[in-house]
């Protein structure tokens, strides 16, 4: 009883630990300190070689900042993620989710019955990409720092997303990146991710191990053999880096002149009016 609480314990402090570190880096790992401190009590128990992986903080992450969408009437929804960017609070999902809402009456909903309204701030149509900006900072979900992979990620990559797919509520699922394809009808390059996918699911978004954001969930794999059939094994998925960050901060902007980082776009942008 005494080595499972004192096991407990020290996973509590080295998650708060993780928990800490600048979100910027790609990398979680203990400090120096941390990792002498933990090596010690580890070893005065008896109990040695314990290697502790940064992926569960990932996991928490991830599954505390999903969020559903869906219209004021609740007729069908998508799901998405929640995301820090610049002082802004930004969702992130599949344009096909929000493309027959009001753009002003979006509605996010979080955990607890909580929900709020977002307006649509940035679409990317070719990769079916939306990005929404609540009108309140919601208090049931946490924000995930938005941290971007901007080059291709390997074929046999792990990836993690949390969504909610069908009838069911708050699910995770992990898969690994099996490939890449030309989509020429819709005229995009296209992620395949072995997992698990299904309706509801569109809009999901992919992390890797270290938290950032891989790509964005907008369909599953459909076979014809004497009929279409939905391989829910496989999942299609567009890259995150195809989302203009720089266009997205404008927009959130619009409503927020008041924000020196604000005031510096407006002043730069103007200055590049001139200049051109």
């Known amino acids: 009883m005494f080595f499972k609480k004192l096991f407990n314990t020290v996973i509590l402090i080295l998650s708060v630990t993780l928990l800490s570190c600048n979100s910027n880096q790609p990398n979680l790992t203990v400090g120096d300190y941390n990792a002498e401190a933990v090596k010690e009590v580890f070893s005065e ?25 869906t219209n004021r009437n609740r007729t069908g929804h998508g799901s998405g993620s929640y995301f ?31 929900s709020v309204e977002a307006k649509l701030i940035y679409s990317n149509r070719q990769y079916d ?30 990836l993690i997303y949390t969504g909610f797919p069908s009838g069911h509520d708050l699910l995770t699922f992990q898969g690994n990146i099996a490939g890449f394809d030309m989509i020429d009808a819709r005229n995009r390059k296209a992620m395949l991710v072995h997992t698990y996918g299904w309706f509801g699911s ?75």
């Not at 960017?85 to 019955?113: C, M, Q, S, W």
């Not at 990005?131 to 792990?158: D, F, G, H, K, Y």
């Open 45 to 69: 128990s008896g109990i040695e070689n314990i290697t502790i992986s940064p992926q569960s903080i990932i996991d928490r992450r991830v599954r505390n900042a999903a969020v559903k969408i």
């Open 84 to 114: 820090s960017y610049r002082g802004f609070h930004l969702v992130i999902t599949a344009y096909h989710v929000v493309d027959e809402i009001d753009p002003d009456k979006i509605v996010i909903i979080g955990r607890d019955n909580e």
């Open 129 to 158: 990409i939306a990005v929404l900006q609540p009108r309140a900072i919601m208090t049931s979900r946490t924000a995930i720092p938005l941290n971007i992979l901007q080059e291709e990620p390997e074929v046999n990559s792990t």
């Open 202 to 276: 569109s809009g999901s978004c992919l992390f890797n191990q270290w938290g950032r954001l891989v790509g964005i969930l907008w369909g599953v794999d459909v076979e014809v053999f004497a009929v279409p059939q939905a391989q829910e094994d496989i999942i299609y998925a567009s890259a995150a880096s195809e989302i203009d960050l720089d266009a997205v901060l404008e927009a959130a902007c619009h409503s927020r002149r008041d924000r020196p980082l604000c005031q510096r776009l407006e002043r730069e942008n103007i200055r590049e009016r001139f200049d051109n």
